[in-house]
């Protein structure tokens, strides 16, 4: 300060400088460092085009074979319930007639199949009786049963019935089974596909859109057709609904106490060092711990919905309180100087002022853990989720006790069986989990943008 | 003219004794950031706390209300007395402590909500309305004790983070005034303003010290001469001189106090 004042007469006038080149012409380093960074930023273009590829071939490939599982094929022709076969000893009991094996009913049909034929002059050189068995899904008769037991008055009437065709029959509308390949596989020939043509025809076989695989359980191997996601979709969901009751209130009070309240000395940055490590452990640790801890120690059911919801708690609370933790930081300390300064008190100025302006973030990152945790497959798979269930968990709370299945673990366990026709489920469960996950992810960003307040 | 009519002023004010520092020592860690502080701080009275920058003034001042009971690593020694009563007893309670010595900070901070939960906010969580009306009458009170009442009488449930700089500086003057606090603290609290907002909050201090013990911490010393009665000068952590404005700004008794003043050292 006081040599400004001292010594501008020190100060010699300036003489104009040698000029160094017009500025209409770039030098050296000028254009150096415009090709840098023409180049990063071609670098960054190549960056994104490469991730928006992957995206779309992940999408195309996902897409073109699971598209296949929202359609399903079904054989629609009259059949006659016969009394001799449906019921034997012709008292209409119902308990008398449920002694009556679906296998029963899996003749009606085959008959129901060769009348049809009959009726319609089809006539296909070679048809054999294997063939006309093959040619209806092992659920077709079940069903068929089920809506004999359900009303008996059916008996002895002709009724017009829709049930489930085999998976090669479906296959065959879908690309999967051609002639070729059904040269080579045993449960399919050639006369079957003729017939199945002829029947197209004759508007004996529809394809419509396939809510079963919404709402079914899984079925066993030799019916794919019948697969659903019901039960695996039920599971996720309970098991999401845990993650969320659990995961948020002690992941946000966790960090709450962390961030504003703890003394900051060796034990907080022991605890905080270890909550990041926690967020790097290996999700299939978690299920070894899920094991010992829920269900070797604590004795809970297997391959139920509570014991994945509290591994995939264990999972996602790194993930909440990091997020939460990151968000409190964010509000600026000048708010909670402004509570206290009026005499809040500590929780009053976090409930009341850092809370909710942390709110977005603290949401966001719940979200996020809980899209993580949705799509969480091998911690499921060690504390048994991986298990054939084929009947639906009941309402929670008992039902959080049953065995259910989980969406990606559904998916695995599809993708791993040897018949075509599951990989196609397995591709069209993955539509479904993947369209989950962006209805969560828009969430956020619906919630972000409601709860985000300036200052 | 200035000068004849503080000397008036100050001729009327009450000269009883509403804070007490003695010995006052602040570590924050290893640092030794206030030494051995002796104040006695006037009921009514607009109290300057002047210094170079880092010199422990706005330390000291967030000691008074137990604001660095926040910092962990911050410490303090000594006695802090406020009407006799000192406020580092074990048995206060910083949140009662804080209803009685408002603050205001450096820069205007209020939080994002209406105006009128602004100011509500102090008195809702002390209790001090019984009903809807009582608030009502409390804001409004406190909005005109800030001089902010005419600018926003028609846009209460407007956020406070959408007013100007200065008004927003205002209504946290409205804010802490709310709580009907016994002392005012502020934290250099025209230094995010410009020169109009500045001359507006002084005026506006002037009033408030008609009903408030003001202690204000500021870096100009134009200011600290116009609204002060007292000031206090801080240099490296020490109080240097303690005294009557226009003595301090007359004749300094300490050679660090006459450099600081006439701009040789800070």
């Known amino acids: ?455 | 003219m200035m000068n004849t009519m503080r000397l008036a002023e100050k001729a009327v004010a009450e000269e009883t004794i509403k804070i007490t520092a003695r010995d006052v020592q602040v570590w924050y860690g290893d640092k030794h950031a206030i030494k051995d502080v002796n104040v006695d701080i006037l009921a009514n009275t607009v109290t300057a706390f002047i210094g170079p920058s880092g010199c422990g003034k706005s330390t000291f001042l967030r000691c008074i209300n137990r604001m660095n009971d926040t910092i962990d690593i911050c410490r303090v020694e000594g006695r802090i007395a406020l009407d006799g009563e000192d406020v580092y007893d074990r048995r206060v309670d910083p949140v009662q402590l804080r209803a009685k010595v408002g603050m205001v900070f450096q820069k205007p901070n209020p939080f994002p909500k209406s105006i009128y939960d602004n100011v509500a906010y102090g008195p809702r969580i002390h209790g001090l309305a019984r009903n809807r009306a009582d608030l009502d009458a409390i804001v409004e009170k406190s909005l005109r004790g800030a001089a902010l009442w005419n600018e926003v009488k028609d846009r209460l449930s407007e956020p406070g983070t959408g007013l100007s700089g200065g008004q927003q500086q205002r209504l946290c003057i409205a804010r802490a005034v709310a709580t009907q606090p016994e002392v005012l603290l502020m934290d250099e609290p025209c230094s995010a303003l410009d020169p109009i907002a500045t001359g507006q909050v002084e005026e506006l201090i002037d009033q408030l010290k008609t009903q408030f013990s003001v202690v204000i911490v500021t870096h100009s010393m134009q200011q600290a001469a116009r609204v002060s009665q007292k000031t206090a000068f801080f240099h490296l952590g020490n109080l240097v001189e303690y005294g009557d404005t226009d003595d301090i700004f007359t004749r300094p008794q300490d050679p660090r106090t006459e450099s600081y003043i006439s701009g040789r050292i800070g």
């Open chain 1, 1 to 455: 300060m006081t040599d400004l004042t001292q010594t501008p007469a020190a100060i010699p006038t300036p003489t104009p400088a040698p000029r160094k080149g017009s500025l209409m012409v770039a030098d050296k380093a000028t254009i150096r460092r415009n090709r840098a960074e023409a180049r990063f930023k071609a670098y960054g273009i190549g960056a994104i085009c490469i991730a928006l590829i992957a995206l779309v071939f992940l999408l195309f490939t996902v897409i073109r074979d699971g598209a296949g599982a929202f359609q399903q094929t079904y054989v629609s022709i009259p059949v006659t319930l016969s009394a001799d076969v449906v019921d034997p000893k012709g008292n209409r009991d119902p308990a008398e007639m449920a002694k009556v094996l679906t296998m029963s009913y899996g003749k009606l049909m085959d008959a129901a199949l060769t009348d049809w034929m009959a009726a319609n002059a089809v006539q296909i050189e070679g048809l054999s009786q294997a063939d006309i068995k093959g040619f209806f899904s092992g659920q077709a008769s079940a069903e068929l049963r089920n809506m004999v037991l359900a009303d008996p008055a059916l008996v002895g009437q002709q009724v017009d019935a829709t049930v489930l065709a085999s998976s090669r029959v479906d296959g065959m509308f879908k690309g999967r089974v051609t002639d070729e390949s059904a040269a080579r596989d045993a449960k399919t020939s050639s006369q079957q596909i003729a017939l199945a043509r002829a029947m197209e025809e004759k508007g004996a076989l529809v394809t419509r859109f396939n809510s079963d695989f919404i709402t079914n359980p899984d079925a066993s191997d030799n019916r794919p057709e019948a697969a659903g996601i019901g039960v695996a979709m039920l599971g996720s969901l309970y098991m999401m609904l845990i993650v969320l009751v659990l995961a948020l209130p002690i992941g946000v009070a966790a960090s709450i106490y962390l961030e504003e309240f703890a003394p900051k000395n060796r034990w907080t940055d022991l605890i905080e060092v270890n909550i990041s490590n926690l967020a790097a452990v290996p999700s299939i640790v978690f299920g070894i711990l899920g094991l010992a801890a829920f269900i070797n120690f604590m004795g809970l059911p297997r391959s139920a919905p509570i014991v994945g919801g509290l591994v995939l708690t264990l999972m996602t609370l790194p993930t909440i309180i990091i997020s939460t933790r990151a968000a409190l930081k964010a509000v600026p300390p000048s708010i909670r100087d402004a509570a206290l300064g009026v005499g809040a008190s500590r929780m009053q100025t976090v409930f009341h002022h850092v809370l909710p302006l942390a709110m977005p973030g603290i949401l966001t990152g719940t979200i996020i853990g809980l899209a993580q945790a949705l799509g969480e497959t091998a911690p499921l798979l060690l504390i048994g989720m991986v298990a054939f269930v084929s009947t639906y968990p009941s309402a929670p709370p008992e039902g959080l006790m049953d065995p259910a299945s989980a969406l990606p673990v559904q998916v695995y366990n599809w993708a791993t069986r040897a018949d075509p026709a599951f990989f196609e489920r397995s591709s069209g469960a993955i539509i479904v989990l993947l369209i989950f996950l962006l209805c969560m992810n828009l969430l956020a960003i619906f919630l972000r943008r409601k709860f985000e307040r300036r200052w």
